[in-house]
């Protein structure tokens, strides 16, 4: 049973509560985007800790607590790091975060996945702002999940997160857990999975 | 971590006011990039809509397309229904011009190198720190070098543009283009210094009686209107001769194949023209005419009896009689092929001076199935750079020699002057469209030459073997999201009704990421460097623009008639204005051969075979070595092994080998061994562009071998300065 669409619909979830998750998908979504100065700022790093001791993940808050002790320079580690994981590496060794690269067999960008998805957006009076990249990026689809959550629009959610979502981002998050070695990307990929995957 | 707290007991727990205040003042200050829109049914967006206006650029032979686009989604791409030039049809690779556009692993961001060049660590950056960091770097080694010390690589119809800037406005000679400096540089100056006209591939092979090929293989080449032409003469009768070490494509469907001893090609040709003079089988009429210096060729090749050309190209002086006779019987309506890539052996000018000779004695000029020029439209508008003030001289003129060099500075001239700093230091480079790694013999000096510049910048769509040695790495639009140059020509079958085209290239979806054109980038350095003043166009529809207005076109026309012009053509049959220097004086007095000369290469040392390299059908070198359609079909370039040499060598079909050649230099990758009884027992061959060293290739990287590694002897032509690269030998060395 997944956890939207029966023990917590509409009706009875709480407005503080879909408050809550759009504010985690917002922030996840915050965590999947090419580090900023606009929002990569200490309060950014700060609520990363928060929220990792609210969870009470002990071991994935000292790694970040030690990598920001450590880098002299967060966002510019972050920079290289993002480039590295998710753009380019010269390692061979990056992760695109478009769901139609896992799905659409010869791991294509706009591929018909990234169609699919902008339609489901679209379907749901949703769109994107600029047009540059395709839909189906992970920072994309988790503003979506913020924005319908931000309504408590539940059933959309999960069906979202069913069809479009996790099927493609199992995948990714496997080759990120081999691939990722930065605390932050590691880490961040770890709360993606767990916010969004179905409870048993 | 602690896995007893899940989602919904987390959102529910108390705790969560803790977590939920500092996350919802982090995001309130991030804009979405997803936002609300007015509902859309299902179902809507999915007609697919036809673009129009695409010229292809998987190879440079320029097939005009359609694109069917879904919803900003280029889908599929095929032939402009009204192109008159290579009509519906277009080939594998321009088919799969999708996967380029849409290759994961393409260039997204302007890069900076935060590593080691050769070795890089990428750091996206915006556009206006890499533009501020090209323009300043760039301007510091003019204002401390002047322009000299930058040296240019550019490639294609994207760096048209930029080169005109660093060349003519900043002043730079030290520019060399891989398309002349090694490949078809050498046919067009030879041409030039024999028949005053740069050749293209002219040749009326649709109604010629014999097509003569030197190397081409056509079907392996595809060019697609080109090779109409070639297949269309076929079917109407044409013989075809083919000279060719290797049983090619063309060799498949010849009449006589020519299984010539690699290098020798000029003796070849000097003997057939030996013997059509001897025997006063040429066309006497057009050669008092139109030539000039006959008698003194006909004096000079007359040691070239078929006998000593059998015995130099290692073929019967009976075929070399053949082919002889066979021209003649159907002289002047014969094509003699210039070839496109013809720099082969450091003594191709040679060659190609000797094959518009040939033709020049065959009277195979403006006659139906010969040399015929078409004539495409006239009076097409134009801009450009202004020529700067400073131009010093040139490494050419100052080292006074290669006298018959194409446009631009011979490549060595340019990597030894960086490499020893003498006569000057060139400390800046800039590389546009180009993998100088894999288009440059002797990739050491290459990268020795990168490695002491103070500053290098690469633009390009692709991830390449160059890419990894920039400092900032530039994000081009491809072939498919930009506009540039205006395409024009005729009917493909030149004897078919008379038409012209114009289609200029224009985009068939929107340019994704922060891709940028070459217009935009070049226009936002020349501003850093302080030429402002002298931008010729602002944008790149500006320019097309430009080009229609001189004949009362634009853009907006061109799309309403559905992405090609085409108006009444002119017959391009007829008498030329040419003249043919079977002896040029001019050549003599700078200390060349006046007439064409047969000057002899190395063979291969005792254990050792000579290097050949050509195309795959289904791609065009770097340009295709990551695309997921082409490599699907063609993944890697076996080695061809003559079924004998094989034998005993111990090799079997199949068998993985790496390569070593003269120099001790072993291939980093490997490859099969393909044993076919059609290839001499002197050489092997393999596809050109394969084995790329980068690892940001998700699909090429090291797939097959780079023939371009196993490249380090160099031989340079001397007429023209440009690489031969088919004098290197390798032996094998058996994996498994």
């Known amino acids: 049973m997944s956890v939207h669409s029966l023990s917590r619909d509409q009706d009875d979830a709480s407005a503080t509560e879909a408050a809550t998750l759009s504010s985690l998908y917002s922030f996840l979504a915050l965590t999947m985007r090419y580090p900023d100065p606009a929002f990569c700022t200490e309060p950014f790093f700060d609520a990363f800790e928060s929220l990792l001791a609210s969870l009470d993940w002990p071991s994935e808050l000292a790694a970040v607590r030690a990598w920001r002790e450590w880098t002299p320079d967060p966002l510019d580690d972050l920079r290289t790091a993002y480039t590295g994981l998710f753009i380019?590496?010269?390692?061979?060794?990056?992760?695109?975060?478009?769901?139609?690269?896992?799905?659409?067999?010869?791991?294509?960008?706009?591929?018909?996945?990234?169609?699919?998805?902008?339609?489901?957006?679209?379907?749901?009076?949703?769109?994107?702002?600029?047009?540059?990249?395709?839909?189906?990026?992970?920072?994309?689809?988790?503003?979506?999940?913020?924005?319908?959550?931000?309504?408590?629009?539940?059933?959309?959610?999960?069906?979202?997160?069913?069809?479009?979502?996790?099927?493609?981002?199992?995948?990714?998050?496997?080759?990120?857990?081999?691939e990722a070695r930065h605390p932050f990307y590691r880490v961040s990929i770890q709360l993606i999975d767990f916010f969004t995957k179905e409870e048993q | 971590m602690a896995m007893n707290l899940t989602r919904r007991t987390f959102l529910k727990a108390a705790s969560i006011a803790a977590a939920s205040v500092p996350l919802s003042k982090v995001t309130a200050k991030a804009e979405s990039g997803v936002v609300k829109t007015p509902l859309v049914t299902p179902g809507s967006f999915k007609d697919t809509q036809t673009a129009v206006g695409g010229v292809c650029e998987m190879c440079f032979w320029r097939c005009q397309l359609v694109g069917k686009i879904r919803d900003g989604r280029l889908v599929k791409l095929e032939g402009n229904p009204k192109s008159i030039d290579n009509g519906v049809s277009i080939c594998a690779r321009g088919n799969a011009g999708v996967k380029l556009l849409y290759d994961p692993d393409r260039l997204k961001y302007p890069l900076k190198n935060v590593g080691k060049r050769g070795a890089p660590k990428w750091q996206r950056i915006s556009w206006k720190e890499a533009l501020d960091t090209c323009g300043s770097k760039l301007k510091a080694i003019v204002d401390q070098h002047g322009a000299k010390g930058i040296a240019m690589f550019p490639h294609g119809s994207t760096a048209t543009y930029p080169m005109g800037f660093f060349?003519?406005?900043?002043?730079?000679?030290?520019?060399?283009?891989?398309?002349?400096?090694?490949?078809?540089?050498?046919?067009?100056?030879?041409?030039?210094?024999?028949?005053?006209?740069?050749?293209?591939?002219?040749?009326?092979?649709?109604?010629?009686?014999?097509?003569?090929?030197?190397?081409?293989?056509?079907?392996?080449?595809?060019?697609?209107?080109?090779?109409?032409?070639?297949?269309?003469?076929?079917?109407?009768?044409?013989?075809?001769?083919?000279?060719?070490?290797?049983?090619?494509?063309?060799?498949?469907?010849?009449?006589?194949w020519v299984q010539i001893r690699p290098g020798t090609d000029t003796a070849f040709l000097l003997a057939i023209m030996n013997y059509l003079i001897q025997n006063k089988k040429f066309n006497v009429d057009f050669v008092e005419e139109y030539g000039e210096g006959f008698d003194k060729m006909a004096e000079g090749i007359k040691q070239w009896t078929l006998e000593k050309a059998a015995q130099e190209c290692d073929v019967p002086a009976a075929q070399i009689k053949e082919v002889a006779e066979l021209l003649a019987a159907n002289m002047p309506n014969v094509s003699i092929h210039p070839g496109r890539h013809v720099s082969w052996n450091g003594n191709d000018f040679q060659r190609q001076r000797a094959l518009a000779c040939l033709t020049?004695?065959?009277?195979?000029?403006?006659?139906?199935?010969?040399?015929?020029?078409?004539?495409?439209?006239?009076?097409?508008?134009?801009?450009?750079?202004?020529?700067?003030?400073?131009?010093?001289?040139?490494?050419?003129?100052?080292?006074?020699?290669?006298?018959?060099?194409?446009?631009?500075?011979?490549?060595?001239?340019?990597?030894?002057?960086?490499?020893?700093?003498?006569?000057?230091?060139?400390?800046?480079?800039?590389?546009?469209?180009?993998?100088?790694?894999?288009?440059?013999?002797?990739?050491?000096?290459?990268?020795?030459?990168?490695?002491?510049?103070?500053?290098?910048?690469?633009?390009?769509?692709?991830?390449?073997?160059?890419?990894?040695?920039?400092?900032?790495?530039?994000?081009?639009?491809?072939?498919?999201?930009?506009?540039?140059?205006?395409?024009?020509?005729?009917?493909?079958?030149?004897?078919?009704?008379?038409?012209?085209?114009?289609?200029?290239r224009m985009p068939l979806v929107a340019p994704g990421f922060e891709r940028k054109d070459s217009v935009y980038i070049t226009n936002e350095i020349a501003k850093r460097m302080g030429y402002g003043d002298k931008i010729p166009i602002q944008?790149?529809?500006?320019?097309?623009?430009?080009?229609?207005?001189?004949?009362?076109?634009?853009?907006?026309?061109?799309?309403?008639?559905d992405g090609i012009h085409i108006q009444p053509g002119k017959n391009p049959y007829g008498e030329m204005d040419l003249t043919v220097h079977f002896h040029n004086e001019e050549m003599e007095d700078h200390g060349y051969p006046g007439i064409p000369t047969y000057i002899p290469v190395e063979r291969p040392p005792e254990g050792y075979y000579r290097l050949l390299y050509g195309r795959s059908p289904v791609h065009t070198f770097n340009r295709s070595q990551n695309n997921a359609w082409l490599m699907a079909e063609n993944s890697d370039n076996p080695v061809w092994v003559n079924d004998k040499l094989a034998a005993r060598l111990g090799l079997k079909e199949g068998d993985t080998v790496s390569l070593v050649n003269q120099d001790g230099v072993t291939s980093r990758t490997t490859t099969t061994v393909k044993v076919t009884p059609g290839i001499r027992q002197d050489c092997v061959y393999m596809y050109h562009g394969f084995g790329s060293m980068n690892p940001e290739l998700t699909i090429g990287h090291d797939k097959g071998i780079d023939d371009q590694s196993l490249i380090t002897k160099l031989a340079v032509d001397p007429e023209t300065g440009a690489h031969g690269m088919r004098n290197n030998f390798v032996k094998f060395v058996k994996v498994s």
């Open chain 1, 88 to 178: 380019t590496a010269a390692p061979g060794t990056t992760i695109p975060p478009y769901a139609s690269i896992y799905l659409d067999g010869d791991g294509t960008l706009y591929g018909r996945t990234t169609e699919r998805t902008r339609a489901f957006y679209r379907e749901r009076g949703f769109d994107l702002t600029d047009e540059t990249e395709p839909a189906d990026h992970i920072r994309f689809e988790l503003e979506f999940l913020a924005a319908l959550a931000g309504e408590a629009r539940f059933d959309d959610e999960e069906r979202f997160l069913q069809t479009l979502f996790r099927p493609w981002f199992v995948r990714f998050q496997e080759k990120s857990m081999q």
């Open chain 2, 167 to 256: 060349e003519k406005t900043m002043g730079t000679h030290n520019v060399s283009e891989a398309s002349f400096f090694q490949c078809r540089g050498i046919r067009d100056t030879a041409y030039l210094a024999t028949i005053e006209l740069a050749p293209n591939e002219n040749v009326d092979m649709a109604n010629a009686k014999v097509i003569f090929l030197i190397g081409c293989h056509f079907g392996e080449n595809i060019h697609v209107s080109h090779v109409k032409q070639y297949l269309k003469g076929l079917e109407n009768g044409a013989k075809l001769v083919v000279v060719d070490p290797r049983y090619s494509a063309s060799a498949a469907k010849s009449h006589i």
């Open chain 2, 360 to 504: 020049g004695l065959l009277g195979a000029f403006g006659v139906k199935g010969g040399f015929v020029q078409p004539i495409g439209p006239k009076g097409l508008g134009k801009y450009s750079w202004p020529k700067g003030e400073s131009h010093d001289e040139s490494l050419r003129e100052m080292a006074d020699l290669y006298h018959y060099s194409p446009p631009g500075t011979p490549t060595d001239l340019i990597r030894d002057t960086a490499i020893t700093g003498k006569p000057y230091p060139i400390k800046g480079c800039v590389i546009w469209g180009q993998n100088p790694i894999q288009t440059i013999p002797n990739q050491e000096k290459t990268i020795k030459m990168l490695e002491q510049m103070d500053f290098v910048m690469c633009v390009d769509v692709m991830p390449t073997d160059i890419t990894m040695y920039a400092d900032i790495l530039l994000p081009d639009c491809s072939y498919l999201e930009r506009y540039d140059l205006v395409k024009t020509g005729t009917q493909w079958d030149l004897a078919e009704e008379h038409r012209q085209y114009i289609a200029p």
């Open chain 2, 539 to 561: 944008t790149q529809e500006e320019g097309v623009n430009k080009v229609l207005a001189g004949v009362q076109l634009s853009i907006d026309k061109i799309k309403a008639e």
